[in-house]
């Protein structure tokens, strides 16, 4: 079964960094589009950003809360996708998500979701 | 802040229909952008329930059905059971500045 598992979740102060992976299992990877969603604490869903396929351009977008902070890159080689997160503020507080995107050719279709990682944003 | 919005809470009873809105705009549902929509367990991460507006995954019952009009999209639950009790929400894309992908506010279903 296909899995996607997040790491790197933890307190950090305001102004401070956090750089978040995600390992992917059973799937191809490399050709997937791979978005990153986030939840506050008692709140709704909030998509952050994405990043394309490489065959696709391997190009990146963001929302606009976050865009100039944080950085999602990928490595195909190692079946993992990052979330550098820089400048951070205490309403990025929330359970990151990865996920897979474009999922089965659907647009925006956010298919596999992994468990998630708590980032707590506090002094 | 979602630029979907959806009734924060819907309830019924074992056995009853119960449907979600998503509220829209013309630069998102409006525009023609499919809605997707995904079901939340407690404590759990979501996972897709219904794409494209109106297509089920394998493995999710037919009493899931989703429907699109407009400006809004619904969900509907026929023969509600104690395990469809869940946060559910809606998500498109929007082609205004704000834009990429948006989701509803979330809709929590409780089981009388």
């Known amino acids: 079964e296909e899995q996607l598992v997040e790491s790197g979740g933890g307190l950090v102060k305001p102004g401070g960094s956090l750089r978040l992976s995600c390992a992917a299992f059973r799937f191809p990877f490399s050709n997937a589009w791979m978005s990153w969603v986030r939840q506050a604490p008692g709140k709704g869903l909030e998509w952050v950003g994405h990043i394309k396929s490489k065959s696709d351009g391997g190009t990146t977008d963001y929302a606009a809360p976050v865009k100039g902070r944080f950085t999602i890159s990928r490595d195909d080689s190692k079946y993992t996708l990052f979330l550098q997160m820089n400048s951070l503020k205490a309403e990025d507080t929330a359970v990151y998500y990865c996920?897979?995107?474009?999922?089965?050719?659907?647009?925006?279709?956010?298919?596999?979701w992994g468990r998630g990682t708590l980032v707590t944003v506090s002094s | 802040q979602s630029v979907l919005t959806q009734p924060p809470s819907v309830s019924g009873a074992p056995g009853q229909r119960v449907t979600i809105s998503c509220t829209g705009s013309s630069s998102n549902i409006g525009a023609g952008y499919d809605v997707h929509w995904y079901q939340q367990l407690p404590g759990t991460a979501p996972k897709f329930l219904i794409y494209?507006?109106?297509n089920r995954p394998s493995g999710v019952p037919d009493r899931f059905s989703g429907s699109k009009s407009g400006t809004s999209a619904s969900l509907a639950i026929t023969g509600l059971q104690a395990e469809d009790e869940a946060d559910y929400y809606c998500?498109?894309?929007?082609?205004?500045?704000?834009?990429?992908?948006?989701f509803g506010t979330g809709t929590k279903v409780t089981v009388l």
């Open positions: 998500q498109s894309y929007d082609s205004s500045l704000s834009g990429f992908y948006v």
């Open positions: 494209r507006n109106s």
């Open positions: 996920t897979t995107d474009f999922h089965g050719g659907n647009p925006h279709l956010l298919g596999y």
